[in-house]
């Protein structure tokens, strides 16, 4: 997952229109999010993604590898790949808030419930003996929450020295996941976000495409994405990037990315 305090499909202004239409981005967001809270699509994915990281994790220590002496381990993303955040965003939908969107506040409260097969899969992973690695967009700040949110669900390895979040003047994930590996094999990666995997910060919709193409032989390998359908540098992409832009102008642009034929 990759954070701003802005996001796009949350912010709200009244007197904007498209078409006519008055522009409330808060609610075009709400079949996304009842697809992520209510679909049994959605939570097969999560038990597909994480079965398939015990077969790969198995098929890695059956091997006994012995190309490298590291240690292995696992690095993770936590929101929308470990812990759900979905009743936050469904709050906007349900309430009409026209607030900017504050993730702060959320993960404050270190109330998030585990995705469906995360917890298993990381007991697992802990019960072998890999070490557990989770790397957020989180800001420094909110380690301590963020720390506490994920023993009280009883996630392993839960701790200061396992738990890397992002720091002052920081951009991506690249250098904390380069911190790992000095130490460790990364066998997995897991994650909702492209950012979760490698570079992909500030290439635009195409451009993260034919990225992503790039690694078509490591997906489902070493590198495995679960749904977010809710928000991500997906959508900041449609936007340039470009958190100053009215919701008129995301709406617009959300409608001009459409492909209909």
């Given at each position: 997952m990759?954070?701003?305090?802005?996001?796009?499909?949350?912010?709200?202004?009244?007197?904007?229109?498209?078409?006519?239409?008055?522009v409330k981005l808060h609610e075009q967001n709400t079949m996304s999010v009842l697809w992520f809270q209510q679909s049994g699509?959605?939570?097969?994915?999560?038990?597909?993604?994480?079965?398939l990281g015990k077969l790969r994790l198995d098929d890695y220590l059956g091997k006994k590898k012995k190309h490298t002496s590291l240690k292995p381990a696992i690095v993770l993303d936590i929101d929308e790949t470990i812990l759900d955040n979905s009743p936050y965003l469904a709050s906007y939908a349900v309430s009409g808030n026209g607030n900017p969107f504050d993730w702060s506040k959320w993960f404050n409260r270190a109330e998030a419930k585990p995705l469906p097969g995360a917890i298993e899969f990381l007991k697992y992973a802990d019960s072998k003996g890999i070490k557990i690695f989770y790397i957020s967009n989180r800001f420094k700040a909110q380690k301590k929450a963020t720390i506490?949110?994920?023993?009280?669900?009883?996630?392993?390895?839960?701790?200061r020295d396992h738990v890397l979040l992002l720091q002052l003047g920081e951009k991506g994930k690249k250098s904390r996941r380069q911190y790992v590996a000095k130490t460790h094999d990364i066998v997995?990666?897991?994650?909702?976000?492209?950012?979760?995997?490698?570079?992909?910060?500030?290439?635009?919709?195409?451009e993260r495409i034919k990225e992503t193409e790039k690694y078509k032989e490591i997906?489902?390998?070493?590198?495995?994405?679960?749904?977010?359908?809710?928000?991500?540098?997906?959508?900041e992409a449609i936007y340039n990037y470009d958190y100053r832009k009215t919701d008129e102008e995301k709406a617009k642009l959300r409608i001009e990315n459409l492909e209909t034929r």
């Open positions: 990759t954070i701003t305090l802005f996001l796009g499909c949350c912010s709200y202004t009244k007197a904007q229109t498209v078409q006519g239409t008055p699509e959605a939570k097969a994915l999560y038990y597909q993604g994480y079965n506490k949110n994920l023993q009280m669900v009883d996630a392993p390895q839960a701790d997995l990666l897991f994650g909702d976000n492209l950012g979760d995997f490698s570079e992909f910060e500030g290439l635009s919709v195409k997906w489902g390998k070493k590198f495995i994405v679960l749904p977010n359908p809710m928000y991500g540098d997906w959508e």
